[in-house]
């Protein structure tokens, strides 16, 4: 049973930093594509960062020179480390693990981040 369980969110103030992890089990995660998403009240699910199997990442332009995705291998577990939070990065985050030469695709239940003062 493949399952993705995310970690970190919580309150924080503007200017901040939120480390989220999402860790893997289920699935041979080193060859997986992690993504992280987000979703904001009555909004679109957006996507946020990205790793490759081969560590390669991409940022969405409201969050690069903020916001950095890594993974451990060993771990099973891909985090997001954001800093410099702004209340525009209040969502529900998710994870998603993809591989979509063999049509496979899991998300994580989420987890809220709140970025108030």
């Known amino acids: 049973q493949v399952q993705l369980v995310e970690s970190g969110g919580g309150l924080v103030q503007p200017g901040g930093s939120l480390r989220l992890s999402c860790a893997a089990s289920g699935i041979t995660f080193s060859i997986y594509t992690m993504r992280w998403y987000r979703q904001a009240p009555e909004k679109q699910r957006e996507l946020v960062a990205t790793?490759?199997?081969?560590?390669?990442?991409n940022y969405a332009d409201s969050v690069k020179g903020r916001f950095s995705i890594s993974r451990d291998n060993r771990e099973n577990t891909v985090y997001l480390q954001m800093n410099s939070l702004k209340p525009e990065d209040t969502a529900v985050y998710y994870c998603?693990?993809?591989?979509?030469?063999?049509?496979?695709?899991?998300w994580g239940q989420g987890t809220q981040v709140t970025v108030s003062s």
């Open positions: 790793i490759t199997n081969t560590a390669s990442t």
């Open positions: 998603k693990a993809e591989r979509e030469v063999a049509g496979r695709a899991y």
